[in-house]
């Protein structure tokens, strides 16, 4: 900062308490006022995508757990889709309406820690202290059904893990009543707070045109007045069967995308218990010997199970030569897994389109023009994981 | 504190050691530093349902230069790696550090071109916390344990990794 | 109905960028001469009929010590999808592995920018014409792009040694 420029240049992070994690932005200032905002991201390259090329199909899957690391089953459905997608796997009824499930779970996790880590960035301290109340809840269901509290890998390529848990349906149950009376306590504190509105209303705004070419995807494309949904437009895991609604804004702005995520969460509990009302039975992996593992229970008694176990932990199975885009929707935006096989067992290519690096790239355009303070609201309503920008 | 200079290798400081101990160790506030997947464990440690206050450490300092305990939090990338050091140089003495789940440790199952291969390669390491993610039980069992070697410390110890001798 | 519009599309305006159409688990790509891929996107942004405005990703590839690698080592996939007909197709371009380059499209989209920039850090692909192509991901001090074949995953520049007895090598 020399004293004859007539602007201020400005760090904020990688260390910052409101960039929700390690982001830096690179803030120039005149007075108040944000001249130019520049992200500098990298400062959590795990180099995700050039490990996942070095395992097997079966073995990239805990790779991608640790991206989206609030959601961490989308992600993992995501990946299977796209290799089922590949290797043409067809995929039980009942499987499909769990992922379901939990894929909508995932969604609440995810808009439970931005809603409460927001409110927190915005001077609303107690609001992350509900809303992690809340999601504990949600991590003894993952816990149930995966046996861990984050990194679960319960979805596998051709079905699930295990099977659901005896009180699957009862838990769930629980944990939907649990979100329905916390999601009445936020919107108590924060949709009608007065200090709430004025730090968000007008706050971040983007047009439908800018949005769309900027590819912003989620709440934020949502937020500015575009009705689409990858669950409506290009349905996957049948989701085609479920009812529900797709909340669009009209502003553009912090406060329209807050609203979304609240309705969100309010859809998802009803696709939740959509799922539950109408679970079919059936078996928890599809039949598919040589591709999809079998069943831990035959693998201890029968003797082709056991022999296609052992050939699929060691060499895996072989791709085609092709490459397969699936993209699902998850609680930022369109998550997409492109695949490319080379004919070996492991897979030549795997990217990620992460949903959070592309809609953070439009924080320039949200900041640039408006007052400085703005800036931390701007972020947070971004909703980003920094392990899925950089990867 | 600066006592310590003053004071010849004779003289033997229990109770004072003591006092001070008590204090380091019921008003430890850590550095409110995320990285990655663990940070939200540790979030979830400050939380409500598992409620570290009950140690006396509710207070999360985003300035390094109040903070007296660094979670190292997730993957330390080679691009954050410099900016780890600079917070942990920039943290008074004296100062403690978790090393919180598997990648912070040893890489974890990050074993590539982006990814330090442990915290420890470029600060010092108190308590290593395995898993991946550690539950917040494992975070606070790992807090305790850090605890106890509070307790046997004395104002009188060398530390050379804090960047200065004492005495 | 979108894929015959889009047959139409090419077979009538770029008859002569189009090298192969290709389908593959219900997902049509065409690969495209890399000098044409600037005009393409530009005419699809414009065709009212089209509706394609999203530019869902631009990746890359490397095909180096596979068969695939005859026509062009590298490969650059722009993922193109159409909102109002909910509609994805992939235009690629395959590049030779002596300076690849291909010519920027920031212009058409701003999210371009840092995808562009993506692929360049990560596949040390050029892009002519893009306001600020540098690194965006990796460590400055890090020399190559970690996604092409040649590159070691556990490639290591020992920089943080300083209670190492014997510092590590750089393992290639």
Request: charged residues 25%.
């Amino acid at each position: 900062m020399s004293n004859t420029s007539k602007t201020v240049t400005l760090n904020m992070g990688p260390q910052h308490p409101s960039t929700h994690g390690v982001l830096r932005v690179i803030l120039e200032l005149d007075g108040e006022t944000v001249v130019k905002a520049e992200p500098v991201l990298g400062y959590l390259h795990t180099g995700i995508e050039k490990t996942m090329e070095s395992k097997l199909y079966y073995k990239v899957l805990p790779c991608t757990d640790r991206m989206d690391y609030l959601a961490p089953m989308s992600n993992n459905l995501g990946f299977c889709l796209a290799v089922e997608k590949l290797m043409e796997i067809d995929i039980p009824d009942k499987v499909q309406w769990v992922r379901v499930c939990l894929a909508e779970l995932t969604r609440i996790n995810s808009h439970l820690v931005w809603l409460g880590t927001h409110a927190l960035d915005l001077g609303a301290m107690s609001m992350l202290l509900y809303t992690f109340r809340d999601r504990e809840s949600i991590m003894d269901m993952y816990e149930a059904v995966g046996g861990q509290r984050m990194m679960t890998t319960y979805i596998r390529i051709g079905g699930l893990a295990m099977d659901i848990p005896k009180d699957f349906e009862k838990d769930i149950r629980n944990v939907i009543k649990v979100i329905n009376n916390g999601l009445n306590d936020y919107e108590t504190l924060l949709t009608n707070n007065e200090i709430f509105i004025n730090r968000t209303k007008g706050v971040g705004v983007l047009t439908a045109d800018e949005a769309i070419n900027l590819s912003l995807s989620g709440p934020m494309l949502r937020g500015s007045g575009i009705k689409h949904d990858l669950r409506k437009a290009n349905p996957y895991s049948s989701y085609e069967k479920f009812d529900f609604e797709v909340p669009v804004g009209e502003n553009g702005d912090a406060y329209d995308r807050y609203l979304i995520r609240v309705e969100e969460i309010r859809q998802s509990i009803r696709i939740m218990e959509q799922t539950l009302d109408g679970m079919p039975e059936g078996p928890y992996r599809a039949h598919v010997p040589g591709i999809v593992m079998p069943p831990k229970e035959d693998v201890l008694y029968k003797m082709e199970s056991m022999i296609f176990h052992f050939k699929l932990i060691t060499e895996g199975f072989k791709a085609p030569v092709g490459s397969v885009y699936q993209g699902i929707e998850s609680g930022k935006g369109e998550m997409g897994f492109f695949i490319s096989g080379d004919g070996t067992n492991k897979p030549h290519r795997v990217r990620v389109r992460p949903p959070s690096f592309i809609n953070l790239a439009a924080l320039p355009k949200m900041c640039e023009g408006n007052m400085f303070s703005d800036v931390v609201c701007a972020i947070g309503s971004i909703d980003i994981v920094l392990g899925e920008v950089d990867r | 504190m600066g006592i310590e200079e003053k004071i010849p290798d004779s003289i033997i400081l229990t109770s004072l050691d003591k006092m001070v101990n008590w204090a380091h160790k019921r008003s430890m506030w850590p550095l409110g530093f995320g990285l990655a997947c663990c940070a939200i464990e540790m979030i979830s440690t400050f939380g409500p349902h598992f409620d570290v206050a009950r140690f006396g450490m509710e207070v999360m300092r985003p300035s390094p230069r109040q903070a007296d305990l660094m979670i190292v939090a997730g993957r330390v990338s080679h691009k954050m790696a410099p900016v780890v050091r600079t917070l942990y140089e920039q943290m008074p003495n004296p100062k403690w550090v978790i090393s919180m789940g598997a990648c912070a440790s040893c890489g974890g199952v990050f074993n590539n071109y982006a990814i330090v291969q442990g915290v420890d390669r470029i600060i010092p390491v108190d308590v290593y916390i395995p898993g991946c993610p550690p539950r917040p039980e494992q975070l606070l069992d790992g807090i305790l344990t850090l605890f106890k070697q509070v307790e046997k410390e004395s104002i009188k110890d060398d530390h050379p990794e804090w960047g200065r001798k004492l005495v | 109905m979108m894929e015959d519009k889009l047959r139409e599309f090419f077979n009538n305006n770029f008859k002569d960028a189009v090298i192969k159409e290709d389908k593959f688990r219900g997902d049509i790509s065409y690969y495209l001469k890399p000098e044409s891929i600037y005009d393409v996107c530009e005419a699809i942004q414009a065709d009212a009929s089209l509706d394609v405005k999203f530019l869902s990703d631009i990746t890359s590839l490397d095909w180096l010590n596979h068969v695939e690698e005859k026509d062009g080592r590298f490969e650059v996939v722009y993922n193109l999808y159409s909102i109002s007909s909910t509609y994805r197709f992939f235009l690629k371009v395959r590049l030779d592995g002596e300076n690849p380059t291909v010519k920027s499209i920031v212009d058409l989209w701003d999210s371009a920018n840092w995808m562009e920039r993506e692929v360049f850090d990560m596949m040390g692909i050029n892009f002519e014409g893009h306001p600020n192509l540098t690194k965006i991901l990796t460590a400055d001090e890090l020399d190559g792009h970690p996604l092409r074949k040649d590159f070691p995953l556990t490639w290591e520049q020992p920089k943080f040694t300083w209670n190492l007895d014997d510092p590590p090598e750089v393992i290639k």
